[in-house]
């Protein structure tokens, strides 16, 4: 199925590994031209040197920024229009699950939860979206299961996530006619370095466990799986969807 997605520019934050890498290289594989955005690594850099490799220099960029903070964004923004001249696609992909346990955390644990699983979404569309308004484009944020349904996970984080998919379909309304406006929330995705990567390291048994008790597929989702969506969601193929949250989790939401 041809997507349409030749040159296209797609900025992906939060894209260094895991879910924002993969989608890149979706991206990347339908002829789209990506910005890969993260806050500065080894790893960023790694990312962007072997997608280089696989597709040209030419295809991929490196955006260093900070998307829980306001002039940061000024300023890659500046960069990409400058390199760009415009913007078509934009996922919203920072996020951080590890907080803690209690039933309400600290001031300090839930304002640093809020900043990277919210604010970094809230602030990107604000800096992003004219950009957008003028390219007819799409924005889509990644979400998670946590914000549909309560599973257990730390209360500041499913908050957060719960907060985008609602900020997601208001915005939705308000600019339908110009940008199309979506999320994906997944379920339990495994990739190196990942908390559920760390979890199989110190106690395989008991996690493929948890996965086969709540999981009806009674598996793990990979970064692949949410790409593939993802690039479906922000093509043509799909310009009648906005305002939607896809869940990817393996069957297990639950809510009707």
């Known amino acids: 199925m041809n997507l349409g997605l030749q040159n296209k520019n797609?900025?992906?934050?939060?894209?260094?590994?895991?879910?924002?890498?993969?989608i890149a290289e979706s991206f990347l594989k339908e002829g789209a031209k990506v910005m890969l955005v993260s806050r500065g690594s080894e790893q960023l850099k790694e990312s962007v040197s072997l997608l280089r490799d696989k597709f040209g220099d030419s295809q991929v960029e490196i955006g260093v920024c900070d998307c829980a903070n306001q002039e940061s964004l000024k300023s890659l923004s500046k960069k990409i229009i400058q390199k760009w001249l415009k913007i078509d696609i934009?996922?919203?992909?920072?996020?951080?699950?590890?907080?803690?346990?209690?039933?309400?955390?600290?001031?300090?644990?839930?304002?640093?939860?809020?900043?990277?699983?919210?604010?970094?979404?809230?602030?990107?569309?604000?800096?992003?979206?004219?950009?957008?308004q003028?390219?007819?484009?799409?924005?889509?944020?990644?979400s998670s299961i946590a914000g549909v349904e309560a599973f257990g996970a730390p209360v500041n984080y499913s908050t957060a996530k719960?907060?985008?998919?609602?900020?997601?379909?208001?915005?939705?309304?308000?600019?339908?006619?110009?940008?199309r406006v979506n999320?994906?929330?997944?379920?339990?995705?495994?990739?190196?370095?990942?908390s559920w990567d760390i979890k199989m390291q110190k106690n395989p048994l008991d996690t493929q466990e948890i996965i086969?008790?709540?999981?009806?597929?009674?598996?793990?989702?990979?970064?692949?799986?949410?790409a593939d969506a993802v690039v479906f969601i922000c093509s043509d193929r799909a310009k009648f969807i906005t305002g939607s949250v896809l869940v990817i989790d393996g069957g297990q939401t639950v809510g009707v």
Do not use: H, Q, Y
Request: aromatic share 10%.
């Open 90 to 132: 934009i996922i919203s992909n920072v996020g951080d699950g590890r907080s803690v346990s209690e039933a309400i955390p600290s001031d300090m644990e839930w304002k640093k939860s809020w900043s990277n699983n919210f604010e970094s979404a809230l602030l990107t569309s604000r800096i992003f979206l004219p950009f957008l």
């Open 134 to 142: 003028k390219s007819k484009g799409c924005l889509l944020f990644i």
């Open 162 to 179: 719960s907060a985008i998919i609602a900020f997601s379909k208001n915005l939705s309304r308000k600019v339908a006619e110009d940008v």
């Open 183 to 194: 999320v994906i929330a997944p379920g339990n995705i495994i990739f190196p370095g990942s």
């Open 10 to 22: 797609v900025l992906i934050t939060g894209a260094s590994r895991g879910i924002g890498f993969a």
């Open 212 to 226: 086969a008790n709540s999981v009806p597929m009674k598996r793990f989702g990979m970064p692949d799986e949410i």
